[in-house]
């Protein structure tokens, strides 16, 4: 499969890019600054330089590709809108299909994150704004995105796997859980589709069995 990957030289990027290659994927990873994409060099690894900001960028760096995945996120300093921007530059250059990474919390989830939770990322301000803003663009849009808990650098779960919004556990505080186990479940996700035009939920938990 063809896969882009944003973010690529971010943590969640990372391992996107590093799963995608374990699985066999052709990747076009996608930085500001592709030199900080440290994954081994592949036949299968393309580094490319874009700024999501840019559409035409963007648009030249999706060609022809297939699926694209986002470990995009909110930058430290950087100004107000950076994830709509980048959503809506993905979604006009119109991939097969969309995997986003949002937070628990925000948007959808907002309720079933709980009222301790909530007031945390109300105190974001405009970043929370900006992430429901690119959530709802991703989902008109029939993509995929997933609310993740607070992330770690961590292994992967042998127990992580995906529920829809409404089977996700419910916690006074979201569990944590690592990058690599939210790539895991995106991947997933790219190969099997099951969550399209839908909030996806990545939890370690094993699904209760009666």
């Given at each position: 499969?063809q896969?882009?990957v944003?973010?690529?030289s ?5 391992e996107?890019?590093r ?6 994927h052709?990747?076009?990873a996608?930085a500001?600054t592709p030199?900080?994409?440290t994954v081994?060099?592949s036949?299968?690894?393309?580094r490319?330089a874009a700024?999501?900001?840019d559409r035409?960028a ?17 930058v430290?300093?950087?100004a107000?809108g950076?994830?709509t921007a980048?959503?809506?530059?993905v979604?006009?250059?119109k ?7 949002g937070?628990f919390?925000t948007g959808?989830s ?10 945390l990322l109300?105190?974001?301000g ?9 959530d709802r663009?991703v989902?008109d849009?029939g993509?995929?995105v997933?609310?993740?808990?607070p992330?770690?650098?961590g292994?992967?779960s042998s127990?992580?796997?995906t ?5 996700a ?6 569990a ?7 790539a895991a479940a ?5 190969e099997e589709?099951?969550f399209a035009?839908?909030?996806a939920v990545?939890v370690?938990?094993l699904?209760?069995?009666s």
């Amino acid at each position: 499969m063809q896969i882009t990957v944003l973010a690529a030289s971010g943590a969640t990027g990372l391992e996107l890019t590093r799963e995608a290659l374990r699985r066999g994927h052709t990747v076009a990873a996608v930085a500001r600054t592709p030199e900080r994409i440290t994954v081994p060099d592949s036949p299968r690894l393309i580094r490319v330089a874009a700024d999501v900001r840019d559409r035409g960028a963007i648009a030249e760096a999706l060609d022809a590709q297939e699926v694209v995945l986002s470990g995009l996120g909110n930058v430290r300093g950087a100004a107000p809108g950076v994830l709509t921007a980048g959503a809506r530059a993905v979604i006009a250059a119109k991939p097969q299909r969309i995997i986003w990474l949002g937070a628990f919390g925000t948007g959808p989830s907002a309720a079933a994150a709980g009222a301790v939770t909530r007031l945390l990322l109300k105190m974001l301000g405009d970043e929370v704004a900006d992430k429901v803003a690119a959530d709802r663009a991703v989902l008109d849009a029939g993509g995929t995105v997933f609310h993740a808990g607070p992330l770690f650098n961590g292994p992967l779960s042998s127990t992580v796997h995906t529920v829809g919004l409404a089977a996700a556990p419910k916690r006074l505080i979201p569990a944590r859980i690592s990058r690599a186990s939210v790539a895991a479940a995106m991947l997933t996700e790219a190969e099997e589709p099951a969550f399209a035009g839908a909030v996806a939920v990545p939890v370690n938990q094993l699904p209760y069995l009666s």
